[in-house]
């Protein structure tokens, strides 16, 4: 069995560890109202570094994961541990100020100068101020601040897009297992196109893919957190039986290779396209698994044990949509459950206005200036209908977005779209129609298809037209109609 786990250089400066250490239980752990002492969760935390599970991986809202991590760090191991976080924000404006003071208030948890690996997640892309935020982070890791840049829960599409716009991203963090394959798509390809990597978690779907499962009845005591969460899982993924089916080809392969069904299913995870790491979940102060852990890295799957865990995949139900899908669309696959509640409570994008010269009705803004010049507004309501303006892929006040990216561009007018008709009441599934305007026929498929992934399922009526040109570095324009139901 080897002595430390494999490691993979990500950057220049950063190897990781292929097996971080997520302490997202610290705030199962906590969720009573007692809080870890930091020194004892240090010493714990040191455990897993001297057996070279070094790379820690943790988050603002992970109760008081920062802090224990922090009082690792000031004892000045040797070699480093490195220290992986998350910035969470409330959607808004996300203005220099507010983005160095989310920044500044890791740094200050940590106690450290530089942040290893921040990564950044947002709730809703509806509101556009998340590329904004982006592009200030990568500008705090010009100065220092951060070391790399990362993001969790992004799917394919908006990760492709903030690449594609010159964002940094080093990784993307999402739910990886078994029973959830869908980074195995359209995310290992973005990955691969721009040299990117994926962080997997929820490998072991919160301790359900272990030997401790195999054959036993539907659970219906739920013990934490973490099983809430993946419970979920287990059930958009066709249900007990299926995940039983899974498990049991995990328990022949682990019987072959002499491993954990745990081994097994983070293995498979760790051999996929792209894939940098997996963070396994530390329950601290309970049980640590290193050693188990470790066996992660004395086997690999061979071509017979891939076709048995493929078999098996056909048990299941693919998990709906693309990565982080869980938290911003039904049906919701976390902890708390349904997070429509939550979703509501976020500020919308644009603020509606009566339009004076037309009774009942309304309109958004940008602020553009050129919405007075030439007279126009980005969207307006009359009655149940909603008009909204040729809308075209343009951050702040003027800059083209992903000017080389047809797909990227669309992706980001989509969600501009949405957000005026969301604002003036509508939601997505109300738009009727859309009609495109392109320049150039060989960026078609990746405008239809970034099209389809927003309304492949709802299908309005739509006309694509190739253009002499657009103005500026625009490869695509789209207008929009909704009819709101009553």
């Not at 969720?31 to 570094?49: M, N």
């Not at 050693?291 to 998990?319: C, G, K, M, V």
């Not at 309501?381 to 561009?409: F, H, K, M, N, Y």
């Not at 009727?432 to 389809?452: N, P």
Request: hydrophobic residues 40%.
């Amino acid at each position: 069995m080897p002595q430390t786990p494999d490691r993979l250089t990500l950057t220049d400066g950063l190897t990781i560890s292929r097996a971080l250490t997520g302490l997202w239980q610290v705030a199962d752990i906590e969720k009573d109202g007692a809080t870890i002492p930091p020194e004892t969760g240090a010493d714990w935390l040191e455990a897993y570094a001297r057996a070279g599970f070094d790379t820690f991986d943790m988050a603002d809202h992970y109760g008081s994961a920062e802090i224990i991590a922090g009082r690792l760090l000031a004892r000045g191991l040797s070699p480093r541990p490195l220290v992986f976080t998350k910035w969470c924000p409330t959607p808004g404006p996300m203005t220099p100020e507010i983005v160095r003071a989310g920044v500044q208030d890791r740094l200050t948890r940590l106690g450290v100068e530089r942040v290893d690996l921040l990564q950044f997640h947002w709730w809703t892309f509806e509101h556009p101020a998340w590329l904004d935020a982006l592009h200030e982070l990568s500008r705090l890791r010009d100065e220092g601040l951060i070391g790399e840049l990362g993001v969790t829960n992004f799917d394919a599409s908006h990760f492709n897009l903030a690449l594609s716009d010159g964002v940094p991203l080093r990784t993307n963090q999402v739910s990886f297992s078994l029973m959830d394959r869908r980074a195995t798509g359209e995310m290992a390809q973005v990955c691969a196109r721009h040299g990117a990597w994926i962080l997997g978690y929820g490998t072991l779907c919160g301790g359900f893919l272990s030997d401790r499962w195999l054959g036993k009845p539907n659970q219906t005591q739920i013990e934490d957190w973490s099983k809430m969460k993946y419970r979920r899982f287990i059930d958009a993924a066709g249900g007990w039986d299926s995940y039983q089916s899974v498990l049991a080809a995990a328990a022949q392969v682990a019987t072959k290779h002499g491993v954990s069904i745990s081994n097994v299913a983070t293995r498979w995870v760790l051999e996929q396209s792209r894939v940098a790491g997996v963070i396994i979940g530390a329950r601290l102060g309970e049980r640590m698994h290193a050693a188990d852990n470790l066996r992660l890295f004395s086997f690999e799957l061979d071509a017979e044990d891939h076709a048995a865990l493929t078999a098996a995949f056909t048990q299941t139900t693919p998990i709906f949509g693309d990565c982080g899908d869980e938290y911003r669309k039904p049906p919701f696959l976390t902890a708390s459950g349904d997070l429509s509640h939550h979703l509501a409570t976020v500020p919308k994008a644009f603020v509606p206005e009566p339009i004076p010269e037309r009774a009942g009705a309304t309109r958004v803004l940008t602020g553009s200036k050129w919405e007075d010049v030439a007279g126009y507004c980005r969207a307006q309501r009359i009655g149940e209908r909603i008009l909204v303006s040729g809308t075209t892929a343009v951050a702040g006040v003027s800059r083209p977005v992903a000017p080389q990216d047809a797909g990227a561009q669309t992706a980001y007018i989509l969600d501009r779209i949405i957000a005026a008709v969301t604002s003036l009441g509508g939601q997505a599934e109300d738009i009727v129609r859309t009609r495109i305007y392109i320049t150039d026929e060989a960026d078609v498929l990746a405008i239809s298809a970034a099209h389809g992934r927003v309304f492949g399922a709802t299908k309005p009526a739509n006309t694509l037209v190739r253009v002499a040109g657009l103005i500026g570095d625009h490869r695509v324009e789209i207008e929009a109609e909704a009819i709101v139901a009553g």
